[in-house]
């Protein structure tokens, strides 16, 4: 008999029954629309066990490497423990190592934490309390980085905003859980180009993307479009400006909204422009609900599959 274990609950699955029956049958109300793999409205993940090829049909090869599936069209032949896409999974300790300004709104916490395996580009849970949590998306390399590094947006009233600029230290105990997100580099060909397109803190899992493409030895071209407000947000500039001059094929294009600035502009407008090839580019899209469903749609009509166009959407976190 085949087990389904979620949060706290072990369903054992009738021969020939779909996860999401099972989750139906439980009570457990899962959501769901066409019940026929079409419409990824019952998107689940797995962290344990083998899925059926069929239940990952038409996700991203992000989301099948990070073990998203269709609960509507996955019959389990084998044990699953499974989490709906908004959980972020157990919790660990973690250590802050470092925390420095990169920007007078932004914040570079490095944390060191034992046992987090994650892929570039996903984002983490950061607890600072019960009741206080977060996501943030992960700029480190697991293979070159023996610490996990956020970068942080720090807001005038918000409440994590207060601790990271008044009592967080090197040296404080925090909880993250995780990681999360698909947003990574996987099913990208060597040759192919690739257009990463973020604004504000987005910059960081882009940065996390782009080390892993050129760790892995990419050889199509790689633009990095960064937009910000001011040049102060274009925090990690001197360094990408200094990786686009040893490296033939990155380019990296900042922008700041400021129009009379020198690099004023808007960076999805700058990307759409100048991106060349729509239907050969693996895109990778990070920041604010309206900036990614905005580049999503267009980057789509101008001839990008959605299989294409990896995305990571930030929502509002004080
Ligand atoms: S309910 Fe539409 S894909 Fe599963």
């Known amino acids: ?9 072990a369903i054992n699955l009738e021969p020939g029954e779909t996860v999401l029956q099972a989750l ?11 019940r026929a793999g079409q419409c990824q409205t019952c998107l689940h993940r797995a962290i344990e066990g083998t899925l059926p090829p069929a239940s990952q049909e038409g996700l991203t090869p992000g989301q099948k490497a990070t073990g998203y599936f269709l609960a509507c069209v996955c019959v389990p032949t084998s044990d699953l423990v499974i989490m709906r896409p908004g959980d972020v999974g157990r919790e660990i300790d973690a250590e802050v190592r470092a925390i420095e300004k990169l920007a007078p709104d932004i914040v570079r916490l490095r944390l060191e934490a ?15 309390r019960d009741d206080l949590r977060r996501h943030y998306s992960l700029a480190s390399h697991p293979d070159e980085d023996d610490f996990l590094e956020l970068h942080i947006r720090l807001h005038d009233n918000g409440r994590m905003s207060r601790l990271l600029r008044n009592e967080i230290i090197a040296g404080a105990r925090l909880r993250i859980a995780g990681p999360s997100g698909a947003c990574i580099y996987e099913g990208v060909d060597p040759d192919q180009p690739m ?11 882009l940065y996390g993307v782009l080390r892993e493409a050129l760790g ?8 990095l479009y960064h937009g910000a407000r001011n040049t102060s947000g274009l925090y990690l500039g001197d360094a990408l400006q200094s990786l686009a001059g040893r490296q033939a094929h990155f380019d990296y294009k900042p922008v700041v909204l400021d129009p009379s600035a020198p690099l004023g502009g808007d960076v ?4 759409l422009a100048t991106v060349t090839g729509f239907a050969e580019t693996a895109f990778f899209l990070c ?10 749609r267009e980057i789509f009509l101008r001839g990008a599959s959605l299989n294409q166009i990896r995305a990571d959407v930030f929502l509002p976190g004080r």
Do not use: K, W
Not at 114 to 128: K, T
Not at 195 to 205: D, F, M, S, Y
Not at 287 to 296: A, S
């Open 24 to 34: 139906e049958r439980a009570g457990l109300d899962p959501p769901s629309s066409c």
């Open 216 to 223: 892995c030895g990419h050889r199509g071209p790689i633009r």
């Open 114 to 128: 034992d046992g987090f395996d994650y892929r570039p580009g996903q984002f983490l849970e950061l607890i600072a």
């Open 287 to 296: 920041g604010g609900e309206n900036l990614v469903n905005r580049l999503r």
């Open 1 to 9: 008999m085949t087990r389904l274990t979620t949060g706290g609950s």
């Open 195 to 205: 257009a990463l397109i973020g604004a504000g803190t987005g910059l960081a899992p």
């Open 268 to 271: 999805s407008a700058l990307a």
